[in-house]
């Protein structure tokens, strides 16, 4: 795309392989959820929820794999941080099958999950389901 | 499906006695003057979710149109592509352009990743002079496809309503 708006000397290496092009779109969807969360589901995520991470991206070379190959949520052993990783396959103008050549694909995390996360899924380690007694009174 | 239900922010009472009393209003409203606006919480509360459902595009709200030309129509019975892609993630691919008068315009498209008769694959169409002085433009199509997990439909409340992915094809930044 830089290279079709006149920028001849467009890097590929420097604009698709640095690893973070999913990751900061992924990132984007984080802080717009936050952004539009209510304050108390803010106040639940920063007191009770784990900490939401976007991870480097993963790489993969094979587009069959790539659709495969799930975006991964994955927590750390004290269940305090959730680190999310998006899958990149990115192809260069040489590749071998003329139709693939200048791709970035990225599995990306929806603006909508990045919101069901901060809401739902964050609380659940720490502190955030109903306890024997409350679901008792029930 | 209760066990996987969260603590409440506020107490069973009082959450007892709001819902008396939004039935209440509820009631009333629908007697007097036959009608009954939504009340306002349930609209603080719902308006994220519902303008995340509409960048997602969500399937909750309309199926993907997945038509077989690369270009969705644009119709009321199925959903085109995701906002999202348009205004945040091809931008964020993209980048900052040196000449700021150039920019990439996107078209997003509801396909099926795996598909490969007819396969969908992205565009870039036009080109522009690094050294233009008048505003000049790139169309870009990607191709996205929404995963959903299947195991929500039984609505157990610990399975993701969102898309637990996007699986995005776009061309190279």
Same mark, same amino acid.
């Given at each position: 795309m830089h290279e079709a708006s006149g920028? &001849?000397?467009?890097s590929y290496e420097n604009l698709?392989?640095? &690893?973070t092009e999913c990751q900061r779109i992924n990132q984007a969807a984080m802080d717009w959820a936050l952004s539009v969360a209510s304050t108390s589901a803010k106040t639940n995520y920063l007191s009770y929820g784990q900490t939401i991470v976007m991870g480097h991206d993963a790489i993969q070379e094979n587009g069959g794999l790539w659709i495969y190959q799930p975006l991964t949520e994955k927590e750390n052993t004290e269940k305090t941080v959730r680190t999310i990783t998006g899958l990149a396959l990115p192809l260069d103008?040489?590749?071998?099958i003329s139709i693939f050549r200048d791709m970035h694909y990225c599995k990306l995390l929806s603006p909508f999950r990045a919101l069901e996360i901060i809401y739902v899924?964050?609380?659940?380690?720490? &502190?955030?389901y109903q306890t024997a007694n409350e679901l008792f009174l029930q | 499906m209760q066990k996987n239900d969260l603590r409440a922010d506020i107490s069973d009472t009082d959450a007892h006695i709001k819902i008396g009393q939004a039935m209440a209003t509820f009631i009333k409203d629908v007697v007097t003057t036959g009608k009954s606006s939504t009340n306002s919480e349930t609209v603080a509360a719902m308006k994220p979710f519902i303008e995340a459902m509409i960048k997602e595009g969500s399937s909750v709200m309309k199926p993907p149109c997945?038509?077989?030309?690369?270009v969705n129509p644009t119709v009321? +019975?199925?959903?085109? %592509?995701?906002s999202w892609i348009n205004d945040f993630a091809v931008p964020l691919l993209v980048g900052?352009?040196?000449?700021?008068l150039i920019s990439v315009i996107n078209d997003d498209n509801f396909h099926p990743?795996?598909?490969?008769?007819?396969y969908h694959h992205p565009l870039l169409e036009g080109t522009c002079a690094l050294n233009t002085t008048t505003e000049c433009s790139i169309k870009h199509t990607s191709v996205t496809e929404n995963a959903y997990n299947v195991l929500n439909e039984l609505d +157990? %409340?610990?399975?993701?309503?969102?898309?637990?992915e996007m699986r995005t094809k776009m061309k190279s930044s």
């Open positions: 920028e &001849g000397d467009a698709d392989l640095t &690893g103008e040489d590749h071998y899924d964050s609380q659940y380690a720490h &502190g955030g | 997945n038509a077989d030309d690369m009321p +019975t199925c959903i085109k %592509g995701s900052k352009l040196q000449n700021s990743a795996a598909a490969v008769y007819p +157990t %409340g610990i399975q993701a309503v969102a898309a637990y």
